[in-house]
């Protein structure tokens, strides 16, 4: 039985070692949750910013406008001529938009957390099965360890 033992605490440590790297591996999709950016459009100073059909905006038109990013991949663009004082007040006014996407966010990052827990519980728990199955077919042919004699 003393390799059963050995192969049975080599799975542990295996199990370990796989449960470390998945995770380093997968970090980013944890810390960093990939939802779909939000962009928003302040036309002139006075005015509500409205959000843009487009999350992603032309390269040409980005350049001429000022880009202002909030938590949450919310994303405010506001004209260059647009004083800093309505720019900051539609900032506050979006804020609100950017803390509503917590959950959403935390929803990915769970889906994330969940799927890791799958590739490492299947993973490990496939070579679990296999080696009982050796062990199985191993006891199967007769193979018994020698047990020490006293």
């Given at each position: 039985?003393?390799?059963?033992?050995?192969?049975?605490?080599l799975?542990?440590?295996?199990?370990?070692l796989?449960?470390?790297?998945?995770?380093i591996?997968?970090w980013?999709?944890?810390?960093?949750p990939?939802?779909?950016?939000?962009?928003?459009?302040?036309?002139?100073?006075?005015?509500?910013?409205?959000?843009?059909?487009?999350?992603?905006?032309?390269?040409?038109?980005i350049?001429?406008?000022r880009?202002?990013?909030?938590?949450?991949?919310?994303?405010?663009?506001?004209?260059?001529?647009?004083?800093?004082?309505?720019?900051?007040?539609?900032?506050?006014?979006?804020?609100?938009?950017?803390?509503?996407?917590?959950?959403?966010?935390?929803?990915?990052?769970?889906?994330?957390?969940?799927?890791?827990?799958?590739?490492?519980?299947?993973?490990?728990?496939?070579?679990?099965?296999?080696?009982?199955?050796?062990?199985?077919?191993?006891?199967?042919?007769?193979?018994?360890?020698?047990?020490?004699?006293?």
């Open positions: 039985m003393t390799i059963w033992k050995g192969m049975f605490r799975w542990v440590l295996a199990t370990a796989w449960t470390i790297f998945v995770t591996l997968s980013g999709m944890i810390s960093n990939s939802i779909p950016r939000h962009a928003y459009f302040l036309k002139e100073a006075g005015s509500t910013p409205y959000q843009l059909a487009d999350a992603y905006p032309s390269y040409s038109w350049q001429t406008q880009e202002i990013a909030l938590p949450n991949w919310v994303i405010l663009y506001a004209p260059r001529d647009v004083p800093d004082q309505a720019v900051t007040s539609a900032r506050e006014a979006l804020r609100q938009a950017s803390d509503d996407r917590t959950g959403e966010a935390w929803g990915e990052r769970m889906e994330a957390i969940v799927f890791v827990l799958a590739v490492i519980a299947g993973a490990s728990g496939a070579v679990l099965a296999i080696g009982f199955a050796v062990r199985w077919v191993v006891k199967g042919f007769g193979f018994q360890s020698k047990k020490p004699t006293q």
